[in-house]
């Protein structure tokens, strides 16, 4: 089966489109060509100037759970520096960025299609640095897990931006990397090295390309589908499966009972089943407790709704689990995932959260691929 051809690809073919003198490589193990060549080894076989790597959370190697970076170290295949950006911002992003000395630098990260994973806010923040230091900019293009076709879930309020939404994106933005950093309207100068022979209605399996896990907790496109709804869910005290082998698709807590599937299962949800299970997670919420609750079966991918999905979830655990579904992390973490404070609200009050979710759209503005 032909293979849609990244960004990356197409550089490692082409040096000449990326230009500079002395580049920084983004990424992660997801930048790998479809043999599963790191890029940065790719690059530096094609004769590109690459002089240092910066890593996201997770960190370059993707060793290090949620929240969590491997720092500054040295590249062992290469011998680059290694320069860690996670939870690096402002002057102090600049600061590593110029101790670098690089004139451009390049992203080359997978991103899932949910607004509050951290990838594309690290190019984000390092994109508004290649600003201040007068340096150009250049995204390898990847495609979008869930398709470019559907948007779903409402826009961030700029009063709750954070690490995990700086931009007024959906929750499921069906954009590729590229094309959001087009619509993200910074004044740098940017260069999108896109992607040959990708179209919006995808699914990942019909690129033809290899799936790298983007992050120890994100291991198929099935955790991908699901993961802009049922994300959410780690904002409670539920687990959402971390420490499982199957994360975002188990879903559940030790005070959940035997009314949780039947009550998930009765809302008639587009594309998805609800099965009951049994799980103990090995690490995160509720580590070495049995824990009752779901697995989510998704049966159509077209119909799915993994926002609508998500908020139910929420609905039927407040409903169900009054007294014990409480919120987790600090600052209120559910409303920085949801990107406002109506979603706490609306489940405080007793109301049907689903009522939130505008009918899903279609991507517009800033689109490069038809």
Not at 258 to 286: D, Q
Not at 326 to 332: E, F, I, N, T
Request: glycine share 12%; net charge negative; charged share 20%.
């Amino acid at each position: 089966m032909p293979h849609v051809r990244t960004g990356a690809e197409r550089l490692a073919t082409d040096p000449s489109l990326a230009g500079g003198a002395r580049l920084g490589l983004i990424s992660n193990p997801t930048g790998v060509l479809p043999d599963l060549t790191p890029t940065a080894d790719a690059l530096l076989a094609a004769g590109v100037k690459l002089t240092a790597l910066f890593g996201p959370e997770h960190g370059m190697r993707g060793t290090a759970q949620a929240a969590g970076a491997e720092g500054d170290t040295v590249d062992e295949r290469t011998g680059l520096p290694v320069y860690d950006t996670y939870q690096l911002s402002g002057e102090a992003l600049d600061r590593v960025v110029a101790a670098a000395g690089v004139d451009t630098l390049v992203f080359d990260i997978a991103d899932v299609g949910a607004r509050f994973y951290t990838y594309v806010w690290t190019m984000y923040d390092l994109m508004e640095s290649a600003a201040r230091l007068g340096l150009r900019f250049v995204v390898l293009d990847r495609p979008n897990p869930l398709g470019g076709t559907v948007e779903e879930g409402p826009p961030l309020d700029p009063a709750f931006a954070s690490f995990v939404g700086r931009f007024p994106l959906p929750l499921r933005h069906g954009r590729t990397v590229g094309e959001l950093a087009g619509l993200f309207g910074l004044d740098v100068d940017l260069t999108v090295v896109t992607m040959e022979g990708w179209r919006r209605e995808m699914t990942y399996a019909g690129t033809g390309l290899p799936w790298v896990m983007p992050s120890v907790n994100m291991p198929t496109p099935d955790t991908a589908l699901v993961y802009p709804g049922t994300g959410l869910v780690e904002g409670t005290n539920f687990s959402e499966g971390r420490g499982t082998t199957r994360p975002f698709e188990l879903i559940g807590a030790p005070y959940a009972d035997a009314r949780l599937a039947p009550a998930l299962a009765g809302l008639g949800l587009p594309g998805v089943r609800f099965r009951e299970v049994w799980f103990t997670p090995t690490f995160h919420k509720h580590a070495g407790v049995p824990v009752r609750g779901v697995q989510l079966h998704v049966h159509d991918r077209d119909a799915f709704r993994p926002v609508l999905t998500g908020l139910s979830i929420l609905h039927v655990a407040r409903t169900l689990y009054p007294e014990d579904l409480r919120w987790h992390g600090p600052d209120l973490f559910l409303d920085h995932l949801w990107g406002s404070g109506t979603l706490t609200r609306c489940l405080e009050a007793g109301a049907d959260p689903r009522e939130l979710c505008p009918p899903p759209g279609r991507p517009e503005g800033s689109l490069l691929y038809g």
